[in-house]
């Protein structure tokens, strides 16, 4: 083989970093390939990724290009790519493929799922095996152990490289342990039925994962029942799990007056519950979605008054409603315009003989600005 044209080598780790052997030398077309190193996908496919053929060009861009979409597969560790020094180049491609997860197995003595194993192990089976986050992996696996129950669990891993290319297995060697369990369960802030809530129970493993739940149950019990900010916590200590819970403030909501509109319409609208608070500017917000709603069937004048009386940790909100009469439009019509009417009106959201909703005057204003910015006036005044 003559001296090379010109050499290419990208390591991949978070950038590329290429490094140039030789100068490239103009005219050079592919003509025999050899291809080393190559596993997960076939020549043709790489090849085309490349864009590397034989009889056509090949340049030093040609080949960088190539390269950088190469390892947007997520396969290659590295690629090298040299030509001879000949006019009709032969072209020799060295490939370092990434290492694969081929399978997980689980052993040794213990009481979690093999799937839950797996589940909370960072690394996964069919996945680039990244040994600069295995000993991270493994560490984690104890934790996640730990806090189902199981603080004393031991926890080893090993790597066996496959006769299969660019193939490992691993190894997880557990032992779980003796389990910490629950003997008591107090609850506080509340009363005791509230255990009917959750799924833990007296003589249940210490899990966190499941406590979690239900904690997460205890407050949207509250939530269902009309408290909007309710605060949930525990302690676990001499085997007995202490969940104190402060249910906040009960928020009831009443809304008279309405017919056309039915209540629980209305009821979801309110933002109270996904804001966890009470405020003005929120029952401000509650009052701007409900009118949008009448506004939205027509009743053009609808109005809503809110009335908020508290009784200690009570507070009541209520809602008196006018809804008025539908309203439908019979005509709209124009003055100053130097366009045709009934292209105007095509373009608006509001309709002869279509309900009137107040709310899209001023999107209909603004798209008749832009229509006519778009024919070229640059200044345009649109008035109700």
Known sequence: MKTAKFLILFFYFLVLTSYFSLSEVEGATVGEIEINGLYSIEDEELLDILDIKPGKPITRGIVMRGIKR????????????????????????????????????????????????????????????????????????????????????????????????????????????????????????????????????????????????????????????????????????????????????????????????????????????????????????????????YHNEGYAFAQIAPVITTENELIVLKFFVFEGSKVRLRTISFTGVTLPEKNLKEIMSLKEGGLYNPDQINTDRETIKEFYNALGYLTVNVEE
């Open 70 to 293: 190469t390892f947007l597969k997520g396969l290659f560790e590295d690629i090298s790519v040299e030509t001879t020094d000949e006019e009709k180049a032969k072209v020799i491609i060295n490939i370092k493929e990434r290492d694969f997860i081929k399978n997980i197995y689980v052993k040794g003595d213990y009481a979690l799922s093999r799937k839950t194993i797996r589940e909370i192990f960072l690394l996964k089976e069919g996945q680039v095996m990244r040994y600069d986050l295995f000993e991270d992996a493994v560490r984690n696996l104890r934790h996640e152990i730990a806090m189902r129950g199981f603080p004393h669990a031991s926890v080893n891993a090993e790597i066996e490289r496959l006769e299969e290319p660019y193939r490992v297995n691993i190894y997880l060697s557990i032992n779980t342990g003796i389990p910490e369990r629950i003997k008591k369960i107090r609850i506080s802030g509340t009363d005791d039925k509230i255990k009917t809530v959750m799924k833990l129970s007296g003589g249940d493993i210490y899990d966190q994962s499941r406590l979690k739940k239900d904690l997460e149950r205890i407050k949207r019990y509250y939530k269902k029942n009309g408290y909007f900010k309710p605060v949930v916590g525990y302690t676990f200590t001499d085997e007995t799990l202490n969940i104190s819970v402060n249910p906040g403030k009960r928020l009831k909501i009443l809304i008279e007056g309405n017919i056309a509109i039915p209540t629980d319409t209305l009821f979801k609208e309110m933002p109270f519950f996904d804001a966890e608070d009470f405020r003005d500017d929120i029952v401000e917000e509650a009052l701007a979605k409900m009118l949008a709603v």
